[in-house]
């Protein structure tokens, strides 16, 4: 028999759990499970309950509230997923289980590994220096957007454009923006806006734009295509693919990265009204500016002169006073020339705003289409008074080689009677044979003798 040690080490329950608890969560620290999920639960409480499990074993697990909260997808019962957390006990039932805090779909770790990868290499390679991002135009008159034409991306791009400035104009590049091959449309569509056959669309700037998705979904914009035809854009660049959390390969290699697609837009144009404030305040500015040189050059001039009443004679004095008002006045042009051109930016700046005006190219459109139509019309009938002319002409030829113009001349023509066969010659009649002539007023029956 065995023997039973004295004064043993009596541990309580809860003792020998918690221990249990601390050995494990030491041994193993944070850790990554795959497995299938089951028994799902998400609480009221918003924690997630499930149970991740393979063909031999099973493992319970929790996700608390906080780390729910940011998951950008819902998990489901039969998914595949790889979670990461640290295993622990739940020492009130005894059970060991792992509490997870972040968890994604068996092979996005795969996808992730290679967005990274990818990153670091054309990072190393200069692709994302801030030294080689270009600032977008102050006031793009023609921007081009790469992006799928049925998408609710470029409807929020265009609403949110065309509010904060009516008279920019938008050209679409369709493109698929998931699925295989469409990594190469898009950079195709880069390089051809930046071709010299796009020269004639004068486009300001491209932008990249897609709602959001997964990694999966948005996996066309780090193609290593697309970052590099974005970075040899000679055209400046803005990225918005997906929401504000999402990072894509495009995104570092543009020159600006905007959260989502309605946010480029915002980036890519000021309001109309914050652009016509600026001008006038600007404006309002240098002729303070001009006016206070007037006066600063006025007060250095009058110390001078009274500098010459004092210490120099009557006939300098005269002297310096001419050429005080030689330079008032040369003062006075010269800032009357500046704020005269400054105003004449200004005004050319305006006009150039009015010219962007939807009304005003819906006129000269209008009017276009009118001469087009006039064109047209004065066209349809000149080709109809030909048609009548030729057909005129071809009448009268008719007209002269018609059996009837012949008569009148005063010819006639014999037929057999029965037969109707017009007599040629006098060979073709023998005595007896009955014939009528014709005559432009009549008829004759004969008999030959």
Known sequence: ???????????????????????????????????????????????????????????????????????????????????????????????????????????????????????????????FDA?????????????????????????????????????????????????????????????????????????????????????????AFNEEAVARAVARSALPTISGVGHEVD?????????????????????????RDEMMGDVLTGSSALDRVVRLAILERRQFLSQKDRVLRRYEPRQWMRQWRLRLDEMTTDMETRMREVLRASRDRWQAGLGRLREADPRRMMLRKRQRLQQWDDRRRHAGRLALDRLGHRLKMAGQRLELLSPKATLERGYSITREIGSGGVIRSAAMVSAGKRIRTLFKDGEVNSVVE
């Not at 698929?176 to 449309?185: D, W, Y």
């Not at 796009?198 to 709602?211: E, F, S, W």
């Not at 390969?249 to 959260?259: G, K, L, Q, S």
């Not at 989502?260 to 837009?265: H, K, L, Q």
Request: charged content about 25%; hydrophobic content about 45%.
């Open 131 to 219: 030294a080689r991002k270009r600032p977008l135009p102050v006031f793009p008159r023609t921007v081009a957007v790469v992006t799928s034409p049925t998408g609710a991306a470029i409807r929020d791009f265009c609403r949110v454009l065309h509010r904060r400035f009516p008279g920019v104009r938008v050209i679409v590049a369709p493109v698929r923006v998931q699925g295989e091959g469409a990594g190469e449309e898009i950079a195709a569509a880069v390089d051809l806006l930046n071709s010299p056959a796009a020269a004639a669309l004068k486009v300001d700037a491209i932008a990249l734009i897609r709602g959001g998705g997964s990694l999966e979904d948005l996996w």
């Open 247 to 271: 990072f894509t390969i495009c995104d570092f290699a543009a020159d600006v990265r905007a959260p989502t697609p309605s946010a480029a837009a915002e980036l890519l144009i000021r309001p």
């Open 1 to 127: 028999m065995p023997e039973i040690e004295m004064n043993p080490k009596i541990y309580t329950v809860t003792e020998v759990t918690r221990r249990v608890r601390m050995t494990l969560e030491e041994a193993f620290g944070q850790v990554w499970v795959e497995g299938e999920i089951s028994n799902l639960h998400y609480h009221s409480s918003g924690h997630v309950y499930l149970t991740l499990k393979d063909a031999q074993a099973q493992l319970t697990a929790v996700m608390f509230r906080s780390s729910a909260a940011r998951l950008p997808f819902r998990l489901k019962d039969g998914m595949q997923a790889q979670a990461s957390g640290r295993l622990t006990v739940y020492e009130k039932r005894g059970n060991y289980q792992l509490v997870i805090e972040t968890i994604q779909p068996a092979g996005r770790g795969a996808l992730q590994a290679a967005f990274e990868a990818l990153k670091r290499k054309l990072e190393a390679e200069g692709l």
